[in-house]
Every structure is written in structure tokens, then in C-alpha cells.
């Protein structure tokens, strides 16, 4: 599978973007696909992942009520609705999957990865 991430852009603190990963060139559908960022100077961080076959999410505590992850199954591609958006949320995001069926936080479960767009939020 192949994963190529796009939407990012600069906005305005209390903004919006979406941002969007496609998933090509493989069965993403048993995979859990999930959201990372990572800000200068930071380790990559988790944010938000979902289970393709029923939808089942998890949330980093700072993104929580102000992001919202989804998938497309007919566009093969997993989402994350940005809303609220503050300076802290402003880092490279990359959309990666994990072949298992539990939806794990941890970076490192995760084996394949696109490649990162960048979310600038300005004060």
C-alpha cells in the first residue's frame, strides 16, 4: 500500500483545514490507518487513527473535539477534519497505516507511511 497525504496549507488560529490521505495499491481495508505530526524541534506525535473496517477511533487528548478522522471506502481515503485550529497545532503531518486490527497510538506499530503536508496556524 501507498499512502500519499495532501491538504495542508496555512491558516489563521480558529481556522479549519482538512486534511487527506489516499491509499493506493493495496487491501487498505484491513489495515488502521492513522494521523501523526510532527512540530520543529518535536518528536512525531500521535493524533487520531481509525479501523477501516468499522470506523472505530482513538484521539490524542489535545486534538480531541476539535479534530475529526473518517474514510472514504469507496475513494480509499482516510480524512482528518481539522477545526479550532491553534498555533501549537502548526508541524508536518503524516498519514501512516498499521497491518492490525487493535487502533494503537504507538508510532512505532505503524509500517507505512506517506509522505508529510505541512499545517501552518498562524496567531
Known amino acids: 500500500v501507498q499512502l500519499q497525504a495532501f491538504g495542508g496549507g496555512l491558516v489563521q488560529a480558529g481556522g479549519s483545514l482538512r486534511l487527506s490521505c489516499a491509499a493506493s495499491?493495496?487491501?487498505?481495508?484491513?489495515?488502521?490507518m492513522g494521523w501523526f505530526r510532527q512540530a520543529p524541534g518535536k518528536e512525531r506525535e500521535f493524533v487520531a487513527a481509525?479501523?477501516?473496517?468499522?470506523?472505530?477511533?482513538r484521539y490524542a487528548e489535545s486534538v480531541k473535539g476539535r479534530f475529526t478522522i473518517s474514510r472514504d471506502n469507496a475513494k480509499n481515503t482516510v480524512s482528518l477534519q481539522m477545526n479550532s485550529l491553534k498555533p501549537e497545532d502548526t508541524a508536518v503531518y503524516y498519514c501512516?497505516?498499521?497491518?492490525?486490527?487493535?487502533?494503537?497510538?504507538?508510532?512505532?506499530?505503524?509500517?507505512?507511511w506517506g509522505q508529510g503536508t505541512l499545517v501552518t496556524v498562524s496567531s
Open positions: 481509525i479501523r477501516w473496517t468499522d470506523g472505530g477511533t
Open positions: 495499491g493495496g487491501t487498505s481495508s484491513r489495515y488502521v
Open positions: 501512516a497505516a498499521d497491518r492490525a486490527v487493535a487502533v494503537t497510538t504507538a508510532l512505532y506499530a505503524y509500517d507505512i
